[in-house]
């Protein structure tokens, strides 16, 4: 027995059936209520159908594509008429399973042409999906319009215009390299929807503690203004608003690792343990104080979810870090490294990454060495978290400024103390 093959063609039929029997019993158990010969097709007719586009398959090297395109032809006006009747008694305008069975006779074919693997994949992802049509539509109600129009344009930076730009440096000091700086613009952006759906879905109403965890994957700075903003219309859940600012800039250190690891991952060994170390300080403080208020809540709306980026503010960004590319290069040669350390603070407070981004570019380069790096890129996060505690302070009044600045200074003291350990271990 151990000798015996299968007849040749024979795997590519049995595969063929399995693709109709795998779509034809999704498709049979969502139709099983209907009365025999009730339905357009079931199990047995998607099976023969797959079955068919096997043997229409082998027909190929001898007859070329005419029987299959024949088959589809026919097939085709087969389930227009069975459509019409079916709509016309049922008043259901589905053409799903149609569709399905198109797929089934072409999935056949594809299978006995020697894809089989391709084939049965094929079948399951199109079985999964159709078993799907609940949640997938669920999906499409909750959506609105925004997140639709952010997901596409977030889909064109990513598929359509990132594969097609030049991978090379350009313009002054070669700073500017068009595909990496797409990247990084696609790659904050991505973050940010990621944070606007996460909390589309826990629900920023639950607490101001998610609002600044879900919310600092987008932006803590303009987490901690949201949050400032409550703090001052109720002021008895300042505290818990405090904490949820502090749970904001924890996570965004641990999306500076994250930057970093995709950018310069070598800066990790030097940067990467004080990073993780300040954001769990940040994010421990956080818990800490809202533990003492957890019996507090946001009402329904107080603090929506974060808008999801779009077009203008992607093309914002990427000019942004277009320019400080440029900046970073041209203040290390003309005003040395003294110039980049200003030029670092400044731009630290409005954005951390972008700047980021720049020193980890120019660091992988070979422009800059890891002193430097660290150097300029604490005085940029020093800058923002500054930044932070002024919009604190004078938006959220005192009773929140105040715990925000004295966690934010824990927690920088803790990662500073783990930064100069790492330093002091690599130097020796």
């Not at 004295?406 to 803790?414: D, E, I, M, P, S």
Request: hydrophobic content about 55%.
């Amino acid at each position: 027995m151990s000798d015996y093959e299968l007849p040749s063609g024979a795997e590519g039929l049995i595969a063929a059936l399995a693709v109709g029997l795998v779509i034809g019993l999704e498709r049979g158990w969502h139709e099983r209520e209907l009365p025999e010969g009730g339905r357009v097709a079931g199990l047995r007719t998607f099976a023969l159908t797959g079955l068919f586009g096997g043997v229409l398959g082998h027909l190929q090297p001898d007859f070329g594509a005419w029987p299959l395109l024949g088959a589809l032809l026919g097939l085709s006006l087969l389930l227009t008429v069975s459509y019409a009747r079916h709509a016309r008694v049922s008043g259901d305008l589905s053409a799903t399973t149609p569709v399905a069975m198109l797929l089934t006779l072409g999935l056949g074919a594809f299978a006995a042409h020697g894809n089989i693997t391709l084939a049965l994949s094929a079948a399951v992802v199109g079985a999964v999906l159709l078993d799907l049509k609940p949640t997938l539509h669920g999906w499409l109600r909750v959506i609105d319009h925004r997140e639709l129009t952010a997901s596409l344009q977030l889909l064109v930076l990513s598929v359509v215009i990132l594969p097609y730009l030049p991978n090379a440096g350009l313009g002054p000091y070669a700073a500017l390299n068009p595909y990496q700086l797409w990247w990084a613009v696609i790659l904050i952006a991505g973050l940010s929807m990621t944070g606007h759906f996460a909390m589309r879905m826990t629900g920023a109403q639950r607490g101001v503690l998610w609002t600044g965890i879900l919310g600092g994957l987008a932006s803590s700075t303009a987490t901690t203004l949201a949050l400032a903003r409550y703090a001052r219309q109720q002021p008895h859940l300042a505290d818990a608003a405090a904490a949820g600012s502090l749970a904001a800039c924890g996570v965004m250190f641990f999306r500076m690792v994250v930057l970093l690891a995709a950018i310069q991952p070598s800066l990790l060994s030097t940067l990467g343990s004080s990073l993780v170390v300040t954001g769990v300080v940040l994010l421990c403080m956080a818990l800490w104080r809202w533990s003492k208020k957890a019996d507090t809540s946001v009402k329904e709306g107080a603090v929506g979810a974060m808008a999801p980026f779009d077009l203008g503010t992607a093309l914002g960004f990427g000019a942004l870090l277009a320019v400080i590319s440029v900046l970073v290069p041209a203040a290390k040669q003309w005003l040395d490294t003294s110039g980049l350390y200003v030029l670092s603070a400044v731009s630290g407070l409005a954005d951390v990454d972008a700047i980021l981004i720049s020193l980890a570019r120019l660091h992988s380069a070979g422009g800059l060495s890891t002193v430097a790096t660290v150097v300029a890129l604490g005085l940029a996060t020093l800058a923002n978290m500054v930044a932070k505690v002024g919009i604190a302070w004078t938006t959220g009044g005192s009773q929140f400024g105040k715990p925000v600045f004295f966690g934010y200074l824990a927690a920088v003291a803790f990662g500073a103390i783990v930064l100069a350990t790492s330093l002091m271990l690599s130097e020796a």
